[in-house]
């Protein structure tokens, strides 16, 4: 079959082709870590801000990294997290430059970026022209963007997909304006499909093999909207509603708190499943795996930080006795001892200290605390919180 299409082309992303390309894609990732690292500063400033005191934020991050250092736990979590932001980066930014899609006259394979150890996280895989059977569109493929339309490649045995308009060959390819990129409005389907089927892929298909891809019903397809969607509108609600139950109760109405450590290990495993089962039912609802990605990761993120509050609101409720005032002493500034055996020993924030230096070793302190149906102790601060306010009006008289 003549025709001026290679025999043989090698196809790059085209999110990764030319300089603005990849700042984009690093600003994004910077700005998404940006966003966290901000909410966690006005988490800490709010929290601290709650008591009426000066923050110290050099004392704040040196007692943070102490914990750190005893836990190993924590320093593995710590870690791990960190380990994890710089591989996204490294891939989404990096590592995607090196990803290729092969076509010739043999087939069409897809070269992962990832090295061989990491290569079962996203594997290469390769198909002969003739093991496939059928070629279309994805039956709900999602038509608002021609970077989202996804094409199935059919054999006997198992299925392969790419999105064709995404793949292209970087020596002829011209990125285009900005302005263009960022235009407002929805195209058409039909204008869609129609950039789609002149893509380089699509046209190799046609051109040298012979297969026929099979076209979507355009008259069965509408744009995507999310709000259109029940279960994807639920997890949206759900993430607003999370997020806002997270600051309201943990700053404002409730001035309960942990007198041990906080199980992280619940609010990341909650978030994990939140997350899980978001992108499940929102893939059998057939919305969008981009839409439903971002609408999972966020919801799982705003119910992991619900559990903080949550777990002392589900222990509170359970709790039939109410609080108890209980003695302690104080062994040294911030950190209190039980007089009665069988309660948690107390060390409140750095912080503090300046206000608790105003006491002398071996004072007895009464603390309301609670021990509910979750089985673990939360101390009541507001007394306490009320004392450090007063005593740093007076100081600053």
């Not at 940006?34 to 923050?55: N, Q, V």
């Not at 870690?79 to 290729?100: D, H, N």
């Not at 355009?218 to 997270?246: D, G, H, M, Q």
């Not at 007198?259 to 089962?277: D, H, N, R």
Request: with cysteine; charged share 20%; glycine share 6%.
């Amino acid at each position: 079959m003549q025709s001026n299409t290679p025999t043989q082309l090698v196809l790059q992303s085209r999110a990764t082709i030319g300089h603005r390309s990849q700042r984009i894609g690093l600003l994004f990732v910077t700005a998404a870590l940006l966003l966290l690292f901000g909410i966690a500063i006005m988490f800490l400033y709010l929290t601290a801000a709650k008591s009426g005191e000066p923050i110290d934020w050099h004392a704040l991050l040196t007692k943070s990294l102490s914990k750190l250092q005893e836990d190993y736990t924590q320093l593995f979590v710590f870690a791990f997290a960190i380990l994890g932001s710089v591989v996204q980066i490294f891939y989404i930014v990096l590592a995607r430059r090196w990803e290729r899609l092969k076509l010739d006259e043999l087939g069409i394979s897809y070269v992962s970026p990832l090295p061989n150890v990491l290569q079962f996280l996203h594997p290469g895989w390769s198909l002969q022209w003739s093991q496939i059977q059928r070629v279309e569109f994805k039956r709900k493929t999602y038509v608002g963007r021609p970077e989202l339309v996804t094409l199935i490649l059919r054999t006997g045995l198992q299925e392969r997909s790419l999105r064709p308009y995404m793949w292209v060959d970087a020596a002829t390819y011209q990125p285009p304006p900005l302005k263009k990129e960022l235009q407002l409005g929805r195209p058409k389907p039909a204008e869609v499909i129609a950039r789609v089927k002149d893509s380089a892929v699509i046209r190799f298909i046609q051109t040298h093999t012979h297969l026929k891809i099979e076209s979507p019903d355009l008259s069965k397809i509408k744009p995507y909207a999310l709000e259109s969607n029940p279960i994807a509108l639920t997890f949206v609600a759900l993430f607003f509603v999370s997020l806002a139950y997270a600051f309201i109760d943990a700053l404002i109405l409730n001035p309960e708190s942990y007198v041990a450590q906080p199980p992280y290990g619940v609010y990341v495993l909650g978030g994990l499943t939140v997350s899980a089962i978001a992108v499940w039912l929102m893939r059998r609802a057939e919305v969008p795996i981009a839409e439903s990605v971002v609408v999972a990761v966020l919801t799982g993120t705003a119910f992991g930080a619900l559990l903080y509050p949550g777990l002392l609101r589900i222990n509170q409720l359970t709790d039939s006795e109410g609080l108890h005032s209980y003695e302690y002493r104080m062994v040294r500034p911030c950190y209190f001892v039980p007089e009665r055996q069988g309660l948690p020993e107390l060390q409140f924030p750095e912080r503090h200290r300046e206000f608790w230096l105003q006491y002398a070793p071996g004072v007895i302190e009464e603390f309301e605390l609670r021990k509910g149906g979750l089985d673990f102790y939360q101390i009541n601060m507001k007394p306490i919180y009320e004392r450090i306010e007063n005593y740093y009006k007076h100081k600053g008289r």
